[in-house]
């Protein structure tokens, strides 16, 4: 870039304790700060990798296999703290992260498909677009409130627990047809599209199985605590082709 600051680290990534990180930001077009960070260990032999992020909003994540490395981010805006450390990537903004300031923050995060993910989130989340089709998600546990988050899955491989323990508003979730899911939800239900059947509101706790569930060995398990508002889960194809795949739901209502 023509002008900015660099700030680089340089750790032996063979030492777990010291595995580092580097820094490059410089002023963007609209006066802000544009942050890419690279980070200091590679894939190794490791075949499992954990990100928690922690008060993110505004937050892309996808997958590039191309990387050398477990992950590459880039940040606008003031960016978070982040640390790698015993394959565990944390992303994490400050207390003072209000959210009126979400619309001057964002961020692009790339993982690496040639190894399992499991990703959590810590505090509010708001703005989540994930592509993970081509990622090896290996779980998902949401705590705390979260809300507009999008997300595109790929084939489950076992039993993939996607877990939100805060209550959730304005969530999608689409994964491929030939795959299973079940959705619990305790906390009551506003507005539940699943796949071609629509609910407007559920007391209580409530149960849904795709059809084929209880057979599939690959299959997403989605359990929300804390009520939902505006869920989203259908598949990734096309809308035609949709028709030949059911919903069955089981629901039940507790006091």
Same mark, same amino acid.
């Not at 996808?62 to 640390?83: I, N, Q």
């Given at each position: 870039?023509?002008? =900015?600051?660099?700030?680089?680290?340089?750790?032996?990534?063979?030492?777990?304790?010291?595995?580092?990180?580097?820094?490059?930001?410089?002023?963007?077009? &609209?006066?802000?700060?544009?942050?890419?960070?690279?980070?200091? #260990?590679?894939?190794?032999? !490791?075949?499992?990798?954990?990100?928690?992020?922690?008060?993110?909003?505004?937050?892309?994540?996808?997958?590039?296999?191309?990387?050398?490395?477990?992950?590459?981010?880039?940040?606008?805006? &003031?960016?978070?703290?982040?640390?790698?450390?015993?394959?565990?990537?944390?992303?994490?903004?400050?207390?003072? *992260?209000?959210? #009126?300031?979400?619309?001057?923050? !964002?961020?692009?995060?790339?993982?690496?498909? &040639?190894?399992?993910?499991?990703?959590?989130?810590?505090?509010?989340?708001?703005?989540?677009?994930?592509?993970?089709?081509?990622?090896?998600?290996?779980?998902?546990?949401?705590?705390?409130? !979260?809300?507009?988050?999008?997300?595109?899955?790929?084939? !489950?491989?076992? #039993?993939?627990?996607?877990? *939100?323990?805060?209550?959730?508003?304005?969530?999608?979730?689409?994964?491929?047809?030939?795959?299973?899911?079940?959705?619990?939800?305790? =906390? =009551?239900?506003?507005?539940?599209?699943?796949?071609?059947?629509? *609910?407007?509101?559920? =007391?209580?706790?409530?149960?849904?199985?795709?059809?084929?569930?209880?057979?599939?060995?690959?299959?997403?398990?989605?359990?929300? &605590?804390?009520?939902?508002?505006?869920?989203?889960?259908?598949?990734?194809?096309?809308?035609?082709?949709?028709?030949?795949?059911?919903?069955?739901?089981?629901?039940? *209502?507790?006091?």
């Amino acid at each position: 870039r023509d002008s =900015g600051a660099i700030s680089a680290i340089t750790i032996d990534p063979a030492d777990p304790r010291r595995i580092g990180r580097a820094w490059c930001t410089w002023p963007d077009h &609209a006066g802000g700060v544009v942050t890419d960070a690279q980070p200091g #260990s590679s894939l190794g032999s !490791a075949g499992s990798w954990r990100l928690r992020l922690v008060r993110a909003a505004n937050l892309t994540l996808g997958t590039d296999p191309s990387l050398a490395e477990p992950y590459r981010a880039r940040f606008e805006g &003031a960016p978070p703290r982040v640390r790698v450390r015993s394959g565990v990537v944390v992303v994490e903004y400050g207390p003072r *992260f209000r959210p #009126s300031e979400w619309g001057r923050h !964002a961020a692009e995060i790339d993982l690496s498909p &040639a190894v399992g993910w499991k990703i959590e989130t810590h505090r509010s989340i708001s703005g989540i677009r994930a592509d993970l089709r081509s990622a090896r998600l290996l779980g998902l546990d949401v705590h705390g409130a !979260a809300a507009g988050l999008e997300l595109s899955l790929g084939r !489950a491989d076992g #039993s993939v627990q996607l877990r *939100f323990d805060g209550g959730v508003k304005d969530l999608t979730l689409r994964r491929p047809p030939d795959t299973a899911v079940t959705v619990q939800v305790t =906390g =009551g239900t506003s507005g539940l599209t699943l796949d071609e059947q629509f *609910f407007k509101a559920v =007391g209580g706790e409530s149960t849904w199985q795709s059809f084929g569930h209880e057979q599939a060995s690959d299959r997403y398990e989605v359990t929300i &605590a804390g009520g939902v508002r505006n869920l989203v889960v259908g598949t990734l194809e096309p809308e035609a082709a949709a028709s030949t795949r059911r919903l069955l739901a089981t629901v039940l *209502f507790t006091d």
